[in-house]
């Protein structure tokens, strides 16, 4: 192959029933089936099986930066259903309360602003986290009695993004790590005086990656039928576009790359990712009080 190494992002929109874990395996399956050499294959931030959109699929030294992802801000469009609450908040589980009262538009816009900053939130049953060593999730499907601790999260904005009724609201909200959509959804309910569930969810940020970069599952299958990859791949410094680069010489670039941190880099204080004179990664690195601390090196 010409591209011994493979280092760079597939920003896959995840289609509906298709499982995160999944997806990875997927764009592993379409690389080996293309021809291309074993990589190194994660993702950056669960999304469910019923929710769509962006799944930022990290590949050989991007999966440095996965974690960068898991902690980064998202987007996500969502719609509540007022009237009913499920076992899961969203359409796949049983009806567990109903509620006849409907809230009016007005109300459901002004209650909105109480939902702004940061919040306090209790994760839904039907969760990934962990009770005990066991995922919540098993624990819900096994009837078990448990309940999850409270937690801090931030909402930096939440609007409206179409038509709004009793009956059912389409929102966009962008939100920091950890925060639960359908717990948000099941509050805001609740807050109105009702009960309510999501019956759409899609995620159209992720970090600095959105639905322009995303490409779908067909898309994705051409690869193991032989479409360059380059159609597909984004470069690896695409998942620090967030952040400021620090331009190098090629002797710091060198230094750098052997761990030497006492390379003349000037700048203020704060989070970099430092690039060779071709534009690639060197290192993610802080800079504290005149001091370079690299927190990923990148073999590039």
């Known amino acids: 192959m010409s591209e011994p190494h493979i280092n760079g992002w597939i920003i896959l929109d995840k289609p509906l029933e298709l499982g995160s874990t999944q997806a990875v395996g997927a764009v592993k399956r379409n690389l ?65 309360e109903t509620s006849d009262v409907r809230p009016s538009p007005a109300a459901i816009v002004s209650v909105l602003s109480e939902f702004m900053g940061p919040i306090q939130q209790v994760p839904p049953k039907y969760s990934a986290l962990k009770v005990e060593g066991k995922r919540a999730y098993d624990l819900a499907r096994a009837g078990e009695d448990f ?32 925060t639960y ?25 992720a970090g600095p990656f959105d639905l322009s970069h995303a490409i779908s599952l067909d898309k994705l299958n051409e690869i193991g039928k032989g479409a360059p990859l380059d159609d597909i791949i984004l470069p690896m410094k695409a998942g620090l576009d967030d952040i400021p680069a620090l331009d190098l010489n090629p002797e710091q670039a060198r230094r750098l790359r052997l761990g030497q941190v006492d390379i003349g880099i000037v700048a203020d204080d704060g989070q970099y990712w430092a690039r060779d004179g071709e534009g690639s990664p060197v290192a993610l690195i802080r800079l504290e009080n005149s001091r370079t601390i690299i927190e990923r090196g990148f073999n590039v």
Do not use: N, Q, W
């Not at 999260?153 to 962008?174: N, R």
């Not at 359908?182 to 995620?203: F, P, Q, W």
């Open 147 to 178: 309940a999850l601790k409270m937690r801090t999260v931030t909402i930096y904005e939440l609007k409206t993004t179409g038509p709004v009724s009793a009956d059912s609201v389409t929102l966009m909200a962008h939100v920091s790590k950890g």
């Open 32 to 96: 080996r089936e293309g021809g291309y050499p074993k990589t190194k294959t994660g993702h950056g931030g669960t999304l469910d099986p019923l929710a769509t959109g962006v799944l930022p699929i990290a590949l050989g030294e991007a999966t440095k930066l996965a974690g960068r992802m898991l902690d980064a801000s998202k987007i996500y469009e969502f719609t509540i259903a007022f009237g009913a609450e499920t076992s899961t908040l969203d359409v796949e589980g049983e009806v567990t």
């Open 181 to 205: 959509i359908r717990s948000l959804a099941r509050d805001i309910a609740c807050k109105l005086g009702t009960v309510g569930h999501v019956t759409m969810l899609r995620r159209i940020k």
